[in-house]
Nanobody, 124 residues
Framework: QVQLVESGGGLVQAGGSLRLSCAVS????????MGWFRQAPGKEREFVAA????????YYADFVKGRFTISRDNGKKMVYLQMNSLKPEDTAVYYC?????????????????WGQGTQVTVSS
């Protein structure tokens, strides 16, 4: 089992930045892929970013490329999502996700484990 706890959400003005964090506990952290998804009101949950266990490969949704950066610290069992140049359309609940394979996250757009989510609100 893997437990995921997100933090760092909040209210920010358009053009601002936020960094989301995800604390991971449970099975061996360094061997699993990590990612972030988001769900806006009235919309389905969508893939945002993913990173392999080795940190060699990172994947992004087209709508965040160049603005968001995913990273992980295997020693601290933490995953981060640095979000810059935020837009009102980035407003959503952001979920941390973990999977045995990174392809589950960025290709299947699914996950083996989910966090509870953290709210991000971008005002115009």
């Amino acid at each position: 089992q893997v437990q995921l706890v997100e933090s760092g959400g909040g209210l920010v003005q358009a053009g601002g930045s936020l960094r989301l964090s995800c604390a991971v506990s449970g099975r061996t952290f360094s061997s699993i892929a990590m990612g972030w998804f988001r769900q806006a009101p009235g919309k389905e949950r969508e893939f945002v970013a993913a990173i392999s266990w080795s940190t060699i490969a990172a994947y992004y949704a087209d709508f965040v490329k160049g603005r968001f950066t995913i990273s992980r610290d295997n020693g601290k069992k933490m995953v981060y999502l640095q979000m810059n140049s935020l837009k009102p359309e980035d407003t959503a609940v952001y979920y941390c996700a973990a999977a045995k394979e990174v392809t589950t996250l960025h290709l299947a757009r699914s996950s083996d484990y989910w966090g509870q989510g953290t709210q991000v609100t971008v005002s115009s």
